[in-house]
């Protein structure tokens, strides 16, 4: 019940990269990692074979859509997320709070919780600290997170003060449940969410507030929703170095490919983004080399894979130009087929780091990816 | 280029199934068998390797829609409809003359041919007997068929005999082009299509005139319109015993499983249908005991697989529950779980039926199907 939740097995020489490995109920995960996302116990188009083929360690999902349907009752009866998706690897569940702000027409926050409307049939509902740990108990999910107050963009000091003070106050009442329902015995591991804003004080203060509490580990929260690039990663270089090293940072739904390589070489060691799979449905394979839109014409007679330096069943089986008439003609083949070779870079590119900061390497890997891709982060 | 197109193995003792291999330029079919419908180069859902992984033997495509879309010249610098979807077993190709005139919403017919707008971009195209060669040919299916005139249901007598007219007239025109250009040479097998509606004297006249013009093997056409289900065996039992018992027979269009199993006890070799991932889509699920309609209700909490005798990986893996949750939830990895299993039920269906007819055991087979499946066929 002690096991030690995260084990640093080495450090880059020149950059902050750091390879570790977290232990989990459902076994190891190696670090740096990224989390295909399965808001609805699915990674879209996915099956958890095709998961397990691509060598994908963890998935994300969803505590409000799962809350919703199919419901809890239905949860406990199977035994939980693992056994309702039949997936034996780790699980991390987001608190669902972003989702009850986001995807209701009615919801109001109150230091108490957040009080909704379900988009589905318009049932109300209340989601409280210790209520989303009630229901991540029920899923079972191997990294839990708190509900939190995830400030929007843009944001005035005042109202990111008020989101992280609610943040930190949410944090001790969720860990104090956490602690009281014996999710910790359990083997469950708990993460605290930095907000604050574009503010370097207000980050700074939350980052402090939330290390006190001691949790398994740590989340940037806040970001991606729609600050600019630059105030991103100023948001991760003002928190990363307050964050203890011996527990594993979490850079929220971070990302571009880019954007994971750099966060990488600043410290960060995990991810989760529904890009691979959503520019997958718009027709965007990302490569070694930037993004290729398929749709484009002048694939239409391409006889080339998606990625000429991917190995992925995809690549090795099937042609730019038959994938793009496939999602011209709206067939989910091509859906599909685009959303497994995203994942399958996304999850390659990880391993490639992990073995970039494994051979001291990390920064001229990151360079030439930057050079590649044809990144504008190399001038960050 | 006089390899026998069809090498009859076996014929059941107290039925008239019969077990058979046809010979293509891809490989052997071993018949009876069942043809998934990859209408636009793909069968919905399914990736080439997934049809592999199932056993399937054989796919139909669709002349029409792969001619306005990627159109001819795609297929010529890929080389033919195998390379561009990545298939090396054999094809059968329709006609296109069926979605010229059903999917249109102007088209005229006349001896020569079809004229029709696209239905995609409203460009004017022309089929006739020899051009639907001329777009096989680029195709290189294995089983090509030539253009009719498909009567509708209801439809009189007089109506008919038009389309039963045209269909020869046309049928000899097709088979001279067919030589003329080399197609046989190529080791493309030619059919044709008996039509004649619901009338006996029709349907026969129809069958004698196409057997005089000796092509490599027959289909009965104009049966799936609309018509009963009694009407669509009499007319098979019209037809079927002036067919040559050296040449393959192809129920198009057909069927629900126990029509395929009633149609195979008839003398029927072949079939294909959308019916597996139309019905898989729509939440209905094929087993032994019949169709399972997976959004009922009473699923909601059921652990048990789709099929509790189905070994195929969908029902190794999930459970009602879980897939009912996915197609509540408009999720493709539902629909996706559906169209495999549905298909995988169809071609070891067909297995069955192979087996059976080897082991002179067709009619008990066949009454225990009737009977576990509660089909209404068994008082036919």
Redesign the interface.
Known sequence: MFIKVFKLIHRDAKTQARRGVIQTMHGQVQSPFFMPVAT??????????DLYDMQSQIVLSNTY?LYL??GL??ME??GGLHQ???WDRPILTDSGGYQAFSLTKFRKITDEGIKFRSHVDGSMHFFTPEKVMDIQRVLGSDMVMPLDECSPYPCDHRQAIRGLKRTTEWAKRTKEHFHKTGMHKRGQRLFAIVQGSVYEDLRKRSAEELLALEVDAYAIGGVSVGETVKEMFEALNWVVPLLPKDKPRYFMGIGLPDQMVKAVGLGIDMFDCSIPTRYGRHGSAFTNRGKLNIRNSEF??D?KPLDEDCDC?VCR???R??IR??L??N???????MSYHNLYFYIKLMEKMRAAIEADDYESFQNKFFADYNSELVNF
Do not use: D, Q
Request: proline content about 5%; charged content about 15%.
């Open positions: 609805t116990a699915t990674v879209k188009t996915m099956s958890c074979v859509h349907r199919p009752e239905i009866h199977v309702f998706m039949n239409t007679k006889l069943p089986n099937y042609s130009c038959y008439h496939l011209n003609m067939e989910i083949t091509g859906v599909r087929l």
